[in-house]
């Protein structure tokens, strides 16, 4: 596997220990060009970095060590694990994204893409569920890489984790709302124990979290409103945790 280094100084100062490395964290770019996002990932006005980038054409760049703290996460919470820049590694997928014009992940992108995701799960002993993106992890702000990004591919190749739902039964239960207490808060119990934090008991934060969780797991309806195909994922999900 070719790697290309080019230099980023957005990074902390202070070097971190192999075993505080517990998350890697899907981003896409959301600009214009590879150009454009190197630049960017790359200037030290901008204060964002990421350790790898990932071109369309499947090119890999490393911008920023492991053992350094890049800064691509942000405010941002998982499981235990909070602002995540410091437990994570980051990587950048070239993609436009859904401000200009978010397309799928190239096939050569994606190769690459599961090629430094092995290396990184053997090498820092990675979870299924610590392998996310950075909307599940940063809900509020962030929707990124979104709903184009092949999770179930991923998973497929031993990378993150997904779900043993029958297809058929899943559609079935789509769109059935899901409106008493007792279904949320179990619902809820659910999705923290697959990882999401909710650290506010706000609906407009509930309802960000579960588009969150849709794009991630049921891109088929990202629509914030509880239905019974949503709790059947979450179920199974957590079953395995
Ligand atoms: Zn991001």
């Known amino acids: ?72 996460a942000g405010k941002s919470c998982w499981g235990k694990y909070k602002n995540l820049n410091k437990n994570s590694i980051g990587i950048e997928l070239v993609n436009k994204g859904h401000q200009f014009n978010y397309t799928n ?20 002993k990675i979870k299924k569920k610590n392998l996310i993106g ?8 962030k929707a990124d890489p979104g709903e184009k990004f092949p999770w179930k591919h991923l ?7 997904w779900h043993q739902c029958k297809p058929s039964l899943l559609r ?13 808060t179990k619902f809820i119990r659910n999705l923290s124990k697959i990882g999401y934090c909710f650290s506010s008991k706000k609906k407009s934060f509930y309802i960000k979290i579960l588009r969150a969780f849709q794009r991630h797991y049921r891109k088929e309806l990202i629509n914030g409103v509880l239905d019974k195909e949503c709790m059947i994922i979450a179920q199974n999900l957590s079953k395995k945790l």
């Open 1 to 72: 596997m070719k790697i290309s280094k080019i230099y980023s100084p957005n990074f902390d100062k202070k070097k971190r220990s192999n075993n505080s490395i517990k998350l890697v964290i899907i981003h896409y770019t959301g600009m214009q060009s590879e150009r454009e996002s190197l630049f960017k990932l790359c200037d030290v006005k901008s204060k964002v970095s990421s350790h790898f980038v990932i071109g369309q054409n499947g090119k890999i760049y490393r911008l920023v060590q492991d053992n350094q703290i890049a800064w691509h």
């Open 105 to 124: 992940f190239k096939k050569k992108q994606l190769k690459s893409l599961i090629q430094i995701c092995k290396l990184l799960i053997k090498k820092y």
């Open 134 to 141: 950075h909307s599940d992890v940063a809900p509020l702000r």
């Open 155 to 161: 998973a497929a190749k031993g990378i993150g984790n």
């Open 172 to 184: 079935q239960n789509r769109n059935i709302k899901i409106l008493n207490k007792t279904d949320k």
